[in-house]
């Protein structure tokens, strides 16, 4: 792959990287277009990384489509897949790791401990072996996005990572791969989510406080007896620590983590206060 990327790097072609697990889904496919627009030469690199999963998730049973990928890919106008396996990415004895200390310590941070180590030591081994001039990740993973930026700026990393928008259902339920795991009646109660963002902006408009804000936003989505709220948060996006007070002109990103039995589902809005 690496000579590959060298060669087009040689003919002077802009070569993007589209980071994914694969179960290839219109979120991907919208990353891949951001790509397509802003690079001569995409590669979809589609790895389930073993070392993003805590012991007791969804590692074994995440969905494995790489044909339909493939497919995918191929109608999408991807020039490349690089979809290496587990020995090959972590051979015996690796014990190198690229830690995030501070931006890892909230959110998902908090709940899934070595999650970021994962994806901080994948997504830099894919830099090398890839070479890459631009990386593309979706705002989905509002956290991952930041912790990336970081550490592409702290490690001197020659990549520019352009984060693109969450891709939605009809129904405003942010596409992901876990929405499988989802029975219909789930799948129904699951449009809260993102209707409770929404009101958000509506209590911001009535002037309530953060804490008011982020406790309506929790009442609102437990209107949904199935689901199991795994953190509801308000924070700095740029440092991603809680906010009681925002100043005027403060970014801030309301980021939700909720459980359906075993499915874990993510979303978040940024709004500016
Ligand atoms: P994953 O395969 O779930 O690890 O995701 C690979 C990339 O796709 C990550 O950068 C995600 O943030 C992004 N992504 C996943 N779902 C969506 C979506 N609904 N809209 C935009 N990007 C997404």
Redesign the pocket.
Known sequence: MFRQSQKWHAENKIVAI??????L?E??I??IRAAKSKADKVIVSIFVNPTQFGPNEDYDNYPRTLSEDIKKCREAGVDVVFSPSVPAMYPDNSSTWVNEDVLSQYLCGTRRKGHFRGVCTIVLKLFMICSPDIA??????AQ??IIICRMVRDLNIPVKIIV?????ESDGL????RNKYLSPKEREQATVIYKGLQEVKKWQKEKLSVAQIRRKLIRFIQQEKDIRIDYISIVNVDTISEITRPDKGDKLLIAVAVFFNKARLIDNIEIKW
């Open positions: 589209v980071p994914t697990m694969g179960a889904h979120g991907h919208s990353l593309i990740f979706g705002q989905k993973d991952q996005s693109a928008p969450i891709k939605r942010a596409i992901s791969s």
